[in-house]
């Protein structure tokens, strides 16, 4: 159900999101399915098979070929995640962004701050792995779900403002390195920000600021190009 609810004959409604709205493992569905049976069975047998990772997400974005949402199954790692987005050329490795919200909710966030901001916070902050509440924050407004279509709906409130941690993520240490200890679990929501190489930064600067001329320089060699080509005796 929408609200994270399943009902069963005699034990009735059992809640197999959890108290922090996070998800559970399959082992833990079953744990508490045989808790709830106890009452009414003797001995009770319970097998959980997810068949399909629709409702919660895990985001991705910048520097990778597959940028946007992928499910979350309750066994994505860093490592899992990135491998499946694909880091370009552009990318640094060494300076990967994980945002975590203080408070997880169903649909994402809509992250509020300027990219300026994000990298300063990066600079600061701590791999993950370590003490979270060390790291430093941004910004976030929670997305707005309808809980019946569980797709984003208007509201006439606006949602307060929550915090998110943002965590350090090096990627070269662990595919160069073989250092895992870092390889963390994902949780709902989170958002992974993959940002250009200082050099990539450069060139990309470049090419925003030649893109406004670019169709003038080729209005304007155009003709010259269409001349040699008809003057041209083979």
Known sequence: RPD???NLPLVGEIDVVGENRTGLKPTEIEERIRKACEGYYER???TVQVT???????????????????AWTGANT?????????PTTLAWPERI?????????????????????????????????????????VEAKPAQIDPN??????SPEEPKLQEAWVLRVNL????????????VYLRPDDII?????????VGLAIQQLLFPVRPALETVTLPSTAAYQISRPY
């Not at 909710?105 to 809509?110: F, I, M, Q, S, V």
């Not at 509020?112 to 924050?137: C, H, N, R, W, Y």
Request: with cysteine; aromatic share 8%.
């Open 4 to 6: 994270g609810f399943v």
């Open 97 to 137: 962004v994980l945002i975590r919200c203080k408070e997880p909710t169903r649909g994402g966030y809509d992250l509020e701050f300027k990219m300026k901001d994000l990298e300063q916070a990066a600079e600061k902050a701590p791999e993950v792995g370590t003490d979270i509440e060390s790291a430093p924050t």
């Open 78 to 86: 860093v490592l899992d995640v990135l491998a499946t987005s694909q």
């Open 172 to 183: 070269t240490k662990m595919y160069e390195k073989g250092d895992l200890s870092r390889n």
């Open 193 to 201: 920000y993959v940002p250009a190489n200082p050099l990539a930064k």
């Open 149 to 154: 279509s569980q797709q984003l709906a208007s």
């Open 52 to 70: 399909g990772y629709n409702s919660q997400k895990i985001f991705v974005f910048g520097q990778v070929g597959r940028p946007g949402p992928q």
């Open 44 to 46: 009770v047998d319970a």
